[in-house]
């Protein structure tokens, strides 16, 4: 009995030092400018863009009252072979980084997101991108601007070394993950089950990230 009081006691612990951190980035981004920034205001076909300077911020941790269901699509990655929700059965982990080609923020996380991803052993944590405003090729889409914009993704995730896998927006990932996104970059943390267990808004540097990524690792 005292064994499993103290088990609980730690379990709390961890969930509030999670709770903590989330709640730190979301005051971080709030006061507005540097790794805190989001891009959002005038609409793009699947995000929103800022004032020039602005920023918001906000994370939740869903915990018991978060996201019961588990989360379910079919996507292609940039080489175009096909990407399901299973892939989050992969590791016990992921972070997906949802940015836009003209998002700064975005941009300049990216460095430190991809040297992230190669600093953790794929079975605990792996990293995906979602690339808010560059569409899937599918049938009824004009495909010579559609791969325009593919070739400006890839060569902007080549120039900022974010060799991890990303995802051209669909249907399927609009419904699942982005229905509510209002702002780039917005971050999801999934877990092996698929379910989310967080969300934050807005960009944060590497040390930033690897205190969070730690602590919902030691929760898992």
Request: net charge negative; charged share 25%; glycine share 10%.
């Amino acid at each position: 009995m005292v064994d499993r009081k103290k088990k609980m006691l730690r379990r709390n612990g961890c969930l509030a030092a999670v709770c903590a951190l989330l709640l730190a980035g979301m005051l971080s981004g709030c006061a507005g400018g540097g790794d805190g920034g989001a891009q959002s205001g005038a609409p793009s076909e699947n995000a929103q863009q800022a004032e020039s300077g602005g920023s918001q911020a906000e994370a939740a941790q869903d915990g018991e009252e978060g996201q019961e269901a588990s989360v379910s699509f079919e996507a292609r990655d940039m080489e175009g072979n096909a990407v399901t929700a299973d892939i989050f059965g992969q590791s016990r982990l992921t972070m997906v980084n949802v940015w836009a080609t003209y998002c700064n923020p975005c941009l300049s996380e990216m460095p430190d997101l991809g040297e992230l991803a190669g600093e953790y052993d794929t079975a605990d944590f792996q990293l995906i991108g979602i690339i808010s405003d560059v569409p899937e090729i599918v049938k009824g889409v004009d495909e010579e601007k559609a791969e325009k914009a593919m070739e400006e993704a890839r060569s902007l995730i080549e120039m900022t070394e974010a060799s991890y896998t990303h995802l051209p927006i669909n249907a399927s990932l609009q419904k699942a993950l982005l229905a509510d996104v209002t702002a780039v970059p917005t971050t999801f943390f999934v877990d092996g089950e698929g379910k989310v267990l967080g969300t934050v808004v807005g960009a944060r540097d590497k040390e930033s990230w690897k205190e969070l990524i730690d602590a919902l690792l030691a929760e898992l």
